[in-house]
């Protein structure tokens, strides 16, 4: 990774290896200097910032925003979804973000993530059940893919029907494929269809489910009841929204960090034997997961409102920033010896799942899955070994998330 841009030069960065191996390139870029000028994903210029300190304020920072409004014209471009998906979290700052995050954050309390447990552990002993027959697998396409899905889709009420297309939309917009330049605009026109066709069907025949329930919330005139006139009420596209935003981050998040958990379980044999023996540790060591090698290497893209100075680099309004989750989580101004594998270390304070008023949404249930995905799969397969060479495991070349293509494994 070239040496440059340490102070803001006009010179971007190719983010190229930060695709390839990102780790590495995120320790040079982070010992030259705190603020890079890159080129994004899209072609068009960004700033990255790389340093613990620098990542962790600017997360809560409410100078940067996250509606695209904020923008500079000509600047961020990023790939265009429609009103009806667009209208996220993702998108959005207060008062709006606030409004429509409360109306889902009971569905991820504690308590209701703990009565989930018995069914997300079922599910995943069916499917290692489906495994064990083979003796072999691949783990993301036959476990870590199956499961959050399963999870996910149950508590939106999504029919079983349904859940392989979704996957493969997922995959299209996960990793682009260059040769197919139509397939992402494709998929996202076949999840809007699917999304608009669902709702209609949940409104005709409510269910048991979240997706029911805000629905309600959108067609009951009285939702605001007790917090002012109509503060609780979405709209249409911000119902179809927070539908598209729950399936996809409550699938792509999670199949990616139990990919990796596993991955690094089996680079480390002795952790991976001492987890077998002493399962009630996993908790734990699912943050130092999270730090070590977590799903999103890069949070969303944010624009100052006003000119700011980031890490002594000045950066004016509307410009895109890029917050290195993945680089923070690895600086050794935070975490000692920061690219080994500890489980015993101080994780607190690591990134990987937010700071500030865009934590992660699923975070608890997240978490829940991924120690009872590693504890049932460690029970079920001691003798858990990769099916393939080392050096032909390979991940997704994508720069906002970090997740295994495939990884074949024996038993």
Not at 74 to 82: A, E, K, N
Not at 187 to 204: D, H, N, P, S
Not at 303 to 313: A, H, Q, S
Not at 401 to 408: E, V
């Amino acid at each position: 990774m070239p040496n440059t841009a340490d102070t803001g030069s006009d010179a971007p960065i190719d983010v190229t290896p930060l695709l390839d191996d990102p780790y590495p390139a995120y320790a040079a870029l982070r010992e030259a200097g705190p603020v890079h000028r890159i080129t994004a994903a899209d072609g068009n210029p960004a700033w990255l910032v790389t340093r613990y300190d620098d990542v962790r304020s600017a997360l809560a920072d409410p100078r940067l925003s996250l509606d695209k409004r904020h923008a500079a014209p000509g600047g961020y471009q990023g790939f265009s979804l429609p009103p009806a998906l667009d209208a996220n979290l993702g998108n959005m700052d207060p008062p709006d973000h606030t409004r429509i995050r409360r109306l889902v954050v009971k569905a991820f309390t504690p308590r209701r993530v703990e009565a989930l447990r018995e069914p997300v552990r079922k599910t995943a002993d069916a499917l290692l059940d489906a495994m064990a027959e083979r003796g072999r697998a691949d783990l993301i396409a036959d476990f870590a893919g199956p499961l959050p899905i399963t999870v996910i889709c149950d508590l939106l009420g999504i029919p079983h029907r349904d859940r392989r297309d979704f996957l493969a939309w997922s995959d299209a917009l996960i990793t682009p494929d260059p040769s197919r330049p139509g397939l992402m605009k494709e998929a996202v026109g076949a999840m809007q269809e699917f999304y608009t066709g669902l709702i209609a069907a949940k409104r005709a025949e409510p269910g048991d489910d979240l997706l029911s329930d805000l629905i309600a919330v959108r067609d009951d005139p009285a939702a605001g009841e007790g917090a002012g006139e109509g503060s609780e009420r979405l709209s249409e596209d911000e119902l179809t929204s927070l539908a598209f935003l729950l399936l996809f981050g409550g699938y792509e998040n999670t199949v990616h960090l139990i990919g990796n958990a596993v991955l690094t379980l089996l680079d480390h044999p002795d952790q991976l034997r001492q987890l077998q023996r002493n399962p009630a540790e996993l908790p734990a060591a699912v943050e130092e997961f999270l730090r070590y090698d977590g799903p999103g290497p890069l949070s969303l893209r944010r624009f100052p409102k006003e000119d700011l100075e980031i890490g002594g680099v000045r950066i004016a309004a509307g410009e895109t920033v890029l917050l290195a989750i993945a680089s923070a989580n690895r600086d050794p101004a935070r975490f000692a010896d920061p690219a080994t594998f500890d489980r015993g270390r101080d994780r607190s304070g690591h990134l990987a799942l937010g700071h500030g008023i865009h934590y992660c949404l699923g975070a608890p249930l997240a978490r829940m899955e991924t120690v009872i995905a590693l504890e049932a799969l460690l029970g079920r397969f001691p003798e858990l070994r990769l099916d393939v060479p080392r050096g032909d495991v390979r991940h997704r070349r994508a720069l906002r998330s970090r997740g295994l293509i495939s990884l074949p494994v024996a038993f």
